[in-house]
């Protein structure tokens, strides 16, 4: 029987560490077995958290609801901007982000 992964490479998550710190980000990698994920830290309420690499279990996550096309955008340019360490352009852009998330809830 083949174990099939809740989540994908790349997607958004948000849930909680063990210690029931919230955390959102997306998945670097999903373990073997699938009960483990690993994931890239974007936002937490621990700013040691933020920017790092974390292994998650997979009953501590949901995926993040689909987003409009605008936010999804904006979300690929933080990539990026994590990526090459941007430090000025990421505060920007997730500054954008928020707002236009304000807008629409």
């Given amino acids: 029987m083949k174990n099939k992964s809740r989540f994908q490479v790349g997607q958004w998550v948000e849930g909680e560490t063990w210690d029931k710190q919230r955390i959102y980000g997306y998945v670097v990698k999903v373990g073997k077995p699938a009960d483990i994920t690993k994931v890239y830290i974007v936002?937490?309420?621990?700013?040691?958290?933020?920017?790092?690499?974390?292994?998650?279990?997979?009953?501590?996550?949901?995926?993040?609801?689909?987003?409009?096309?605008?936010?999804?955008?904006?979300e690929q340019l933080i990539d990026l901007a994590l990526l090459t360490k941007d430090q000025g352009w990421f505060e920007h852009l997730s500054k954008q982000l928020c707002k236009l998330r304000m807008q629409y809830s």
């Fill in 43 to 74: 936002n937490s309420a621990n700013e040691e958290l933020r920017g790092r690499m974390i292994h998650v279990l997979s009953k501590s996550l949901q995926k993040v609801p689909e987003q409009t096309p605008a936010e999804a955008a904006i």
